[in-house]
């Protein structure tokens, strides 16, 4: 009786290792590490950053082009394409991505567009209607925004 003891102290034993194998063998049930996995990559933001470039030059509350400031600026295709290139490496940044921002910082690229709060806050909340429409957990979403905010004092004129 006693080897068979063992023996069935052994199967369990390896049953046991075999499950937790299973559950950490990079099969794709994971969490992805970054915020900037969860959120699909690089072609999910850009996605993204699409939508709300839409959405926040649709929306006056925005302002996005600085209309009467003296920051004020065409939305060109170029125009366009430059500012989603910054978009999409700052979002990749902030998110752990591997596009690192190279633009101005924060505070220099803002100056003199006398963003508001409720402009800032308007063009969040396009921001967050776009990562709802690409379906973004809520989790996720919730924390980029935070990250997002976290450059309000810069981007806000006084």
């Keep these: 009786m006693p080897v068979l003891k063992s023996a069935a102290c052994l199967a369990m034993c390896l ?4 499950l937790c194998a299973c559950a950490s063998d990079g099969d794709g049930d ?16 850009e996605l993204v950053v699409d939508d709300f470039l839409e959405r926040a030059l649709a929306n006056e509350d ?9 920051a004020q600026w065409e939305a060109t295709p170029a125009n ?3 500012v989603k290139k ?5 979002i990749s940044e902030v ?19 006398k963003i508001t709060d409720k402009e800032f806050y308007t063009a969040a909340a396009e921001l967050e209607a776009s990562l709802i429409k690409y379906e973004v957990k809520q989790v996720d979403r919730a924390e980029l ?6 450059t309000r004092s810069e981007i ?3």
Excluded: C, W
């Design 80 to 82: 366009l394409a430059r």
């Design 156 to 158: 806000v004129g006084k």
């Design 86 to 90: 910054h978009l999409v490496a700052f």
């Design 95 to 113: 998110t752990d991505g591997p596009v690192k921002y190279a633009g101005k910082d924060m505070k220099s690229a803002h100056a003199g567009m």
């Design 62 to 70: 925005v302002n996005f082009t600085r209309q009467g400031t003296p």
């Design 145 to 150: 925004m935070q990250r997002v905010a976290a």
């Design 30 to 45: 994971a969490a992805p590490s970054t915020l900037y996995d969860r959120l699909g990559g690089g072609e999910a933001i």
């Design 15 to 18: 049953l046991l290792l075999l």
